[in-house]
């Protein structure tokens, strides 16, 4: 099963802060892609509110995320990143449900 992390984040009020997280999440998904048992890494910018960014971490299992913390980058990212936030992040974990089969959806 598809192991998923979702991290919500809310940028400052400051202007140059959005501008500096949305590279660094770039610079982030550019290099943690690459990881071992990484499926993906995906950074996205809400629509309406430019402050207001998420991330999903998508991992071949629970344990994958050993090769994610392990890489040297990370200790990079939340010094850099906390400081231009609004408020801490949002971490969600999640595992995908299985939709290869059909399913019977109860009445």
């Given at each position: 099963m598809v192991y998923t992390l979702t991290v919500h984040l809310y940028a400052n009020d400051k202007p140059e802060s959005i501008e500096r997280i949305?590279?660094?999440?770039?610079?982030?998904?550019?290099i943690y892609?690459?990881?071992k048992e990484t499926i993906d890494w995906l950074v996205m910018q809400d629509v309406h509110d430019p402050r207001a960014f998420t991330i999903v971490e998508r991992f071949e299992?629970?344990?994958?995320?050993k090769?994610?913390?392990?890489?040297?980058?990370?200790?990079?990212?939340?010094?850099y990143v906390i400081p231009l936030l609004n408020k801490a992040m949002d971490l969600?974990?999640?595992?995908?449900?299985?939709?290869?089969?059909?399913?019977e959806v109860p009445v």
């Open positions: 949305k590279a660094k999440l770039i610079e982030a998904a550019r892609r690459k990881d299992n629970e344990s994958s995320q090769y994610h913390l392990e890489n040297p980058y990370w200790k990079t990212f939340d010094p969600r974990r999640h595992e995908e449900l299985d939709t290869s089969k059909d399913v």
